[in-house]
């Protein structure tokens, strides 16, 4: 279970893109995304299980979501289908780093503190702060530049802090085999705040890849076929 106990809300932008749901679906994706949240970014494709989550019958699974799989990316994997919620991965992959920072802080200042303690004298407490940002704004000049006018059109300009936090993930993609300028690209095409694998590294080692559909539904909809069949019920 995560630690972190909150996560950011942005009514306006909950509304704009629920607007046209009804009850029954908006209350659906409201527990998926704290079940989300809570279990680090951690939900499987399992339509009892989502059920479960969702507090729903099975016999309205398809119905709710036909509705709810454009805000889901599905991902595949030896230990089954998973899902991919960037409208939170990004907050959660936020939070968690700023946890990190501040225990961190909370460290060295008591490490400063025993040791001022100690000598007498207040310790050198230098800290050089590598953003490794070159490779970034020269080979992909382009895609990078795209991105953050993207984000500064949703209302979310990259800071400081966003920007080495971006890259640093783009460097951790690139190293699973990534291509860094499909990633920033598919970030751009949904809007996404954050960058995101382009498809589960596991299926690397050859098991079968699931059929390459173009879109999350598309992907989604033939997940949700193999458990139920094609068929709305």
Known sequence: MSKL???AWYPADFERKTGHLSNEVVGAYVRLMNH???NNGQINFDPADLCRIMRTERRRFNHIWRY?????VLQSGYDGDTLLLPRL???LEKAIEISKTKAASGRKGGLASAK???KHTPPHTHTHINNNSYWVENDLKKEWAAFKKMRTSIKAPVNETAEKRIISKLESLKASGNDPAEVLSRSIENCWKGVFPLKDERNETGKQHHADLSTPADRNKAAGDKYFGSDNW
Not at 68 to 72: A, E, M, V
């Open 5 to 7: 106990p909150w996560f």
């Open 36 to 38: 989300y949240w809570s």
């Open 68 to 72: 709810l799989d454009t805000f889901f």
């Open 89 to 91: 991965q990004e907050e």
């Open 116 to 118: 001022a303690k100690k």
